[in-house]
């Protein structure tokens, strides 16, 4: 059977053109006027038909009818388009679920020649073939650039969820909230497992963009996190689970919305340029630290502009008016590479400043003083007694100041209280002897000097009992 009737009304006009040819060549008459008018007049008939013809192949063409159980689902020009759709089908089922999708039976075509007006739109067809699955049902599918969202029993509730989805980002009058792609609800065949109820899509949509992701051989949990630029622990907690293995599934959830939400802002005032933070290693400071050499400051400018962002990230920026305030001051830190110390400390601590001793541990002003205290110029260094790690590095407003508390992990906790300089934070392992602030005068304090305590398993000790 021919594929393409175009070509075969060709090959019949060239064969009429010879038809009439030879006609002309074995008629003859005696008259020379009829023979005339008898060659115009097949001429005239000739040119008709194949005129006739050449408007029949423009309009007309051999295709094929396809059903599937004795039911129509469409006409094609070509196998090849038919079963180009269906494998389109079958891959848009396997990515929203996990069935493998089929006709209910094996198709059958038929030759016919067919308007080319009355081919089948392909989105059609393929509506008609997912038609014929037993496991596809008809619902409201949303869909985001063409690719599936989400699909509900009721169109009521998928224009509600949507709606309602995007008024979620609604933020300031000066800011608009719109979908990046297009969103679509239209009523269409989704599998049967991923048509799903109102409050359903509602926590479906509030977990956000989500990947399945398969973990293949040398994968970790880490390095599947780092990927999606996510926690380890957030991964597994997602998942309920402690740890995964070679070929299991994950879902991953990475905070993104659904859909993407695209704001245009509009800025006509002064806003911060942010910082920059340059950072080299120091193998005087221990690995995991930072220190900061000059602490960054935003800088100022005015702005007059729109500002288009998708997902928080800008992606357009129409300036009409722009000058520089003040410009940032760069941050300048160092990244720590030292191999860090035990953070359990000896029990035995070192005096942790060379300052004079100007109250001892004891009763004084009618209550117990809980620790030491040193005279020293401010900035003079203080260091941490023995090794452990930092709980506390901040102000407080109940008289200690600035302060420093080291948990040594062996029932002993060290404070070191008014500094006018903190040196290290919360979670930094220090070892004995290391330098982390310096003396002050902040909180309750009548000059500069450092309070220091000893407490065990929470009970203040005198610092003398301890101090080698």
């Given at each position: 059977m021919l594929e393409n009737f175009n070509s075969v009304l060709a090959n019949t006009t060239h064969a009429l053109k010879r038809y009439a040819k030879r006609a002309f060549a074995i008629r003859k008459t005696k008259t020379y006027g009829l023979r005339?008018?008898?060659?115009?007049?097949?001429?005239?008939v000739s040119v008709s038909f194949i005129i006739g013809l050449?408007?029949?192949?423009?309009?007309?063409s051999i295709g094929y009818t396809v059903k599937v159980d004795d039911k129509i689902v469409g006409t094609v020009p070509t196998k090849t388009e038919y079963y180009q759709v269906l494998d389109e089908v079958k891959s848009e089922v396997e990515t929203i679920s996990n069935i493998e999708f089929a006709p209910k039976a094996s198709e059958e075509f038929s030759v016919e020649i067919i308007s080319k007006d009355n081919f089948t739109e392909k989105k059609e067809l393929a509506e008609n073939l997912k038609a014929t699955s037993e496991e596809m049902e008809e619902a409201y599918v949303i869909t985001a650039d063409g690719e599936f969202v989400a699909a509900l029993f009721n169109e009521e509730d998928a224009h509600k969820l949507v709606d309602n989805y995007l008024e979620d980002f609604d933020a300031?009058?000066?800011?608009?909230?719109s979908f990046s792609p297009e969103v679509l609800i239209e009523l269409s065949y989704a599998p049967r497992g991923e048509i799903i109820d109102f409050d359903t899509a509602e926590r479906k949509f509030s977990l956000g963009e989500c990947f399945k992701h398969t973990?293949?051989?040398?994968e970790t949990a880490e390095t599947i996190a780092e990927?999606?630029?996510?926690?380890?622990?957030?991964l597994l907690t997602d998942?309920?689970?402690?740890?995964?293995?070679?070929?299991?599934?994950?879902?991953?959830y990475t905070g993104n919305p659904i859909i993407p939400i695209k704001t245009v802002e509009y800025i006509n005032g002064e806003i911060d340029i942010p910082f920059e933070i340059t950072e080299t290693e120091d193998d005087t400071v221990y690995e995991g630290q930072t220190r900061i050499l000059t602490k960054g400051k935003d800088g100022k400018k005015f702005l007059n502009a729109y500002i288009t962002r998708v997902n928080g990230i800008i992606t357009q920026e129409n300036i009409i008016e722009s000058e520089i305030i003040s410009e940032p001051v760069t941050q300048v830190q160092v990244r720590g590479t030292k191999t860090p110390?035990?953070?359990?400390?000896?029990?035995?601590?070192?005096m942790p400043t060379s300052g004079r001793l100007s109250s001892t541990y004891g009763r004084r002003w009618g209550r117990t003083h809980a620790g030491i205290d040193l005279a020293a110029a401010t900035g003079?260094?203080?260091f941490a007694a023995d090794n452990g790690i930092v709980v506390e590095s901040e102000y407080q407003s109940n008289g200690y100041g600035n302060i420093i508390k080291i948990d040594h992990q062996n029932g002993f906790v060290t404070y070191y209280a008014h500094c006018s300089a903190l040196y290290v934070k919360a979670g930094d392992v220090v070892a004995k002897g290391d330098k982390i602030a310096a003396i002050g005068n902040t909180g309750r304090s009548t000059g500069p000097h450092l309070h220091f305590e000893i407490r065990k398993d929470g009970n203040h000790q005198n610092p003398f009992n301890f101090i080698k």
């Open positions: 005339k008018k008898s060659r115009m007049s097949a001429a005239i050449a408007a029949f192949a423009s309009n007309y300031e009058e000066n800011i608009t909230v973990v293949a051989a040398e990927q999606y630029g996510i926690t380890k622990e957030k998942n309920g689970v402690t740890e995964i293995c070679q070929g299991m599934v994950l879902s991953v110390p035990p953070s359990h400390g000896t029990g035995e601590f070192i003079t260094p203080i």
